[in-house]
């Protein structure tokens, strides 16, 4: 016999008010996981039948689409995270009536008991119908051979990441509730407790951009207090490596380790919520002041960041920093009155407490003043060689043109690759390079190639790491050949060196070598893969700044695959790279000219000037002509002023390559080969070979 006053039958109880709960939760995982997974198995059955696929590889294609439909993903985050609100509001929204708490506190039923029976209750709701549902879209999809256990990992990964997002999203809800007193501010405190890290981080990241000039800007956001955070870094951590459970544990436990605070700490207010809270915003006056700080000056912040881009208060004069500061002291005052009207609920509280304004406005302005004078000397900091260990140095023209992955095949952003390789441990050259910073407003300055634009990474004796973005001017050969014929810079920017990469990636069947000449791509051998690399490293180890900025790019090489995702390693051939050359002219494949004036038909020329933009402000306005030529005698000139608009020229002085003008070239055979992958008839022209015909010819009249 069990006695009424069990925590079964207080569990009991409790759920007669939350049917409603229970059916959404059992309606939408029931649609989402079996009937989904059906819906999903047949149509991937039908595009087998309708592509002709049958065993392994239609076998392959329907666990591929079980396996991303069963794991877990931003979706079915979406859904985890509403249900977790739903829930904490609904469990506790008795305290938002005066007549419920008295009636409920009223039972002779502990505190402690009345909050477990809530809380085990609102987690039930959720998981029992997610793990049913989830073991039938299982069986669903093995019935269907779309189960592996590859698979069956995956899901069992994703089911215990869903359940620590619930536990954190709900007692953090939880939190919510008991600090107000109506619906409407504990939705609102929600938002706030679930966005305001990333809020206040995005605004420092504003900040240290705008103010900062050497700042780099690196996405590699670890949460500190954000279930959904932790969560999405393990979505991706899962997607990248397919089922590893290890990869995944680190950041759930995080997780798990905050909804255990979170819940502990729902726990500590509820048993100190007075039950005069009920219908009021703030359910504890001692929290007004701090919360209020907390949300003003992030605001007032952002209002100061966005009004200092609209009047240029960094270049703008007095009148600028007027317009800043009053606007800024506006937002705190405004801000400020607003949140003690609603903690009130009557405007006539909005100038009660004066002194907490004064207080915002402070500490706004110590926060605004660290970035305007740089109070942290960020932008003066310099290595000293004595505490350097040694430094990364990556240069973009060097990354963007290449995918980086580690021994898996799993993709990795370049500051994460070039992290975990030897820096460079010549510190003269790099203190050196630290002190050639070049000021300059435009960050965007790769596009102007009078500068070479690079981010490195000091690693510091004491361990810690120090990122900075900044440019060099391009007449600093001394200095950038040091850097860039370093052995280590090269192992560093190039995968090329790395044997174990490329002996996965030589077994896939989607594995191919391209020599691109700038108009077409060659298939290469693949078993010659181990030789090829051989040759361009020979070629690399001789290769300098100075080199890549006197010499023509005359092809490249491109290695690629398709792992899970497309994935490449391209690398520029120069005339002085002796040993690559010569393997390709021993293949016949070797062609000094991209292109052979006998070959082409005729050559389109748009020229664009871009120079009329600059006294007209009409963008609209199309200031291009184009002309199309096709006597041999022009076509032999423009031929030697070709080069090919998918090679790199970043390493070029300024108007060395120009792009004013694009050109379009028809070859004979009636061939382009334009396909985006395999060749490209597009062209710049380098400047000094331009024909002044060809100037007169194209004039903007």
């Known amino acids: 016999m069990i006695s009424k006053n069990s925590f079964l039958v207080n569990m009991r109880e409790n759920n007669k008010r939350r049917s409603w709960v229970w059916a959404i939760s059992a309606l939408f995982w029931f649609f989402y996981y079996p009937v989904a997974t059906a819906i999903l198995m047949s149509r991937k059955k039908n595009h087998n039948i309708i592509d002709n696929l049958s065993g392994t590889v239609a076998k392959e294609r329907l666990a591929e689409a079980a396996g991303q439909w ?3 993903d931003i979706l079915v985050m979406t859904f985890v995270g509403i249900l977790a609100i739903v829930c904490a509001i609904h469990g506790f929204s008795y305290l938002y009536s005066r007549k419920k708490v008295d009636l409920y506190h009223s039972v002779p039923v502990s505190k402690r008991r009345r909050f477990a029976v809530i809380y085990v209750n609102g987690v039930l709701i959720f998981f029992l119908p997610y793990l049913l549902n989830v073991f039938l879209g299982i069986l669903v999809a093995g019935i269907n051979g779309g189960m592996n256990v590859i698979n069956v990992k995956i899901t069992l990964i994703s089911v215990l990441m869903n359940l620590i997002l619930y536990l954190g999203v709900y007692s953090l809800t939880i939190i919510a509730v008991m600090m107000t007193g109506n619906i409407v501010m504990t939705l609102l405190g929600t938002a706030i407790f679930l966005g305001y890290e990333l809020a206040v981080r995005m605004l420092m990241t504003f900040y240290q951009s705008a103010f900062f000039q050497y700042y780099h800007y690196r996405y590699d956001y670890q949460p500190l207090s954000s279930p959904i955070g932790y969560y999405i870094e393990a979505v991706q951590h899962i997607e990248s490596t397919n089922s590893s459970f290890m990869g995944v544990l680190a950041p759930m436990m995080k997780c798990m380790v905050l909804a255990i605070l979170f819940g502990t700490l729902a726990y500590a207010a509820y048993r100190r919520r007075p039950s005069e809270a009920a219908g009021k915003s703030m359910a504890f006056s001692v929290t007004k002041a701090a919360i209020k700080t907390f949300l003003v ?9 966005t009004v200092r881009d609209i009047v240029g208060a960094d270049g703008g004069g007095k009148s600028s920093a007027v317009i800043l500061l009053f606007v800024m002291a506006a937002a705190a005052i405004i801000g400020s009155c607003l949140i003690e009207v609603i903690y009130e ?5 909005a100038l009660r407490k004066k002194h907490q304004i004064l207080i915002i406005g402070a500490c706004t302005a110590i926060i605004y003043s660290i970035f305007q004078f740089d109070l942290t000397g960020f932008d003066k900091w310099t290595p000293n060689p004595e505490k350097l260990e040694e430094a990364t140095v990556i240069i973009s023209g060097l990354t963007y043109r290449q995918t980086y992955v580690d021994e898996e095949l799993r993709r990795m952003n370049p500051e994460e690759y070039v992290l975990q390789m030897p820096g460079i441990t010549d510190i003269e050259a790099i203190c050196e390079l630290s002190e050639k910073k070049a000021e300059h407003e435009n960050k965007n300055i790769q596009g102007e190639n009078s500068y070479l634009w690079m981010d490195v990474a000091y690693r510091m004796k004491s ?19 040091k850097i860039m014929s370093n052995e280590e810079f090269k192992r560093a920017n190039y995968q090329i060196y790395e044997d ?3 002996d996965r990636i030589k077994g896939k069947d989607s594995y191919q070598i391209l020599y691109h000449t700038g108009i077409s791509a060659v298939n290469l051998s693949p078993d010659d893969t181990d030789l090829i690399r051989q040759l361009y490293i020979k070629d690399l180890e001789n290769t300098d700044y100075t080199k890549r900025k006197d010499e023509f790019i005359c092809g490249t090489l491109e290695f690629s695959v398709r792992s899970g995702s497309y994935m490449w390693f391209e690398y520029d051939i120069y005339p002085s790279y002796t040993n690559i050359i ?12 991209t292109v052979k004036a006998q070959d082409i038909a005729s050559i389109t020329v748009t020229n664009n000037h871009y120079e009329m933009y600059s006294v007209d402000d009409d963008m609209v306005q199309d200031y291009s002509i184009t002309k199309t030529f096709s006597e041999e005698e022009q076509i032999g000139e423009l031929v030697d002023a070709l080069y090919p608009a998918s090679f790199d020229s970043m390493f070029k002085m300024t108007d060395t390559i120009s792009t004013d003008y694009y050109v379009y070239v028809q070859l004979k055979n009636g061939t382009n080969n334009s ?3 395999r060749g490209d008839s597009g062209f710049y022209l380098i400047t000094e070979k331009i024909p002044d015909w060809l100037v007169r010819e194209t004039a903007y009249e």
Request: net charge negative; glycine share 8%; no cysteine.
């Open 70 to 72: 069963l794991s877990a």
């Open 297 to 305: 000056v992030p605001f007032t912040l952002f209002v100061g960041i």
């Open 345 to 349: 609920l009557d405007i006539r509280a």
């Open 463 to 481: 361990g810690r790491v120090i990122w900075r973005s900044f440019a060099v001017d391009a007449r600093e050969e001394a200095v950038l050949n």
């Open 500 to 502: 174990a990469i490329f």
């Open 582 to 593: 010569g393997y390709l002219k021993e293949k016949g494949l070797y062609e000094e000219m």
């Open 675 to 677: 396909n985006y992958y």
